[in-house]
């Protein structure tokens, strides 16, 4: 550290240009970038036999179904709450 030499450190002035030397590819060069890497990605993905495929979707459809269920009954009973409140009040 201390055979260094130190670079004098130039100030710059407020809203000068910073020259860029590497350029932005096109748009047609970083869609076909993206869709290369997304299928990379893709690759690497572990896929779901049928069996297992056929089971999350009969175990995501029974929770849905349930779920239905729930909602259905506590909208129920809170529009049964609001008619009796109704009633008295009017």
């Known amino acids: 550290m201390a055979n260094e ?3 004098p450190v130039v100030p710059q002035a407020k809203g ?4 860029r030397t590497d350029k932005k590819p096109g ?3 970083r869609v076909k970038k993206w869709f ?8 690497k993905v572990v896929w779901p ?3 297992q495929f056929t089971k999350n979707t009969a175990v995501a459809l029974v929770v ?7 909602l259905w009954g ?3 009973l809170a529009s049964a709450a609001i008619k009796a ?5 009017g």
């Open 5 to 7: 030499e130190k670079k």
């Open 16 to 19: 000068a240009a910073v020259k």
């Open 27 to 29: 748009f047609f060069a």
């Open 36 to 43: 290369r890497d997304m299928k990379s990605e893709l690759k």
């Open 49 to 51: 036999t049928p069996k």
């Open 64 to 70: 849905m179904f349930a779920a239905a269920i729930v």
């Open 74 to 76: 506590f909208d129920s």
């Open 85 to 89: 409140l109704i009633t008295l009040v």
